[in-house]
Structures are given as structure tokens and as C-alpha cells.
């Protein structure tokens, strides 16, 4: 099997993880803006990026409650040049409101 070929799997692979919409939908949503992303692999030749300031791409920030936690998701299209590859990357981010303050105090001690 090629590298490509390699790659194209595991790609689809990816692909196949899938949550229910439902699940997500429960929950009010603040779409976020974002500059720029890029998504590299550590032991392969694979990194997407996408387009600076891309109007295509979808960020968005949900509380839930129940497990006390911020969920971040990302969805866009991207491109490997090393690859010549493009397809939709899709992130969901979750973590512990108490980050927040984390956040919050790196902010307040911006010179």
C-alpha cells in the first residue's frame, strides 16, 4: 500500500467516528470567529491548514451543563499541499469550565 493510499485511509477512518446530532443540538450555541487553523500529524506527512479569515468555516462554543463543561467545535475545509489533499476537518474540543479562569487571568496579565 502507498503512503497515499495509507493516508486515504486513515482519513477515512476518521470519517467514520460519528455522534448523534441530537446530542448536540440540546445545547444553545455562540458561533465563534476564528482567524486561522492548521492541524499537523506528528509522525506523518500530514498537516491541513486552512484559507486566512476562510468565511467557510464553521466554530462554535456550547455549555453543558451536565458535565460542567465547554465543547468546542471546528469544522472546515482544509488542504494538504504536502498530499495534495482536501477535505472537511472537524474537531470537537471538550474541557472543564474551570479552564475558563485559566483563560481569564492569561488575558488579564496581557502586557
Known sequence: MS???KLLK?????????IDKEYFLKYPEAILSLNYVMARFVTHELGFKI???DPKVFFSAKYIPEENQI????????????????DFLDIDIYFPRAELDKIKELLKNET
Open 10 to 18: 486513515l482519513l477515512e477512518c476518521l470519517q467514520s467516528v460519528r
Open 3 to 5: 503512503r497515499r493510499e
Open 71 to 86: 465543547a468546542i467545535h471546528l469544522r472546515t475545509p482544509v488542504k494538504d499541499e504536502w498530499n495534495n489533499l482536501h
Open 51 to 53: 484559507k486566512q479569515d
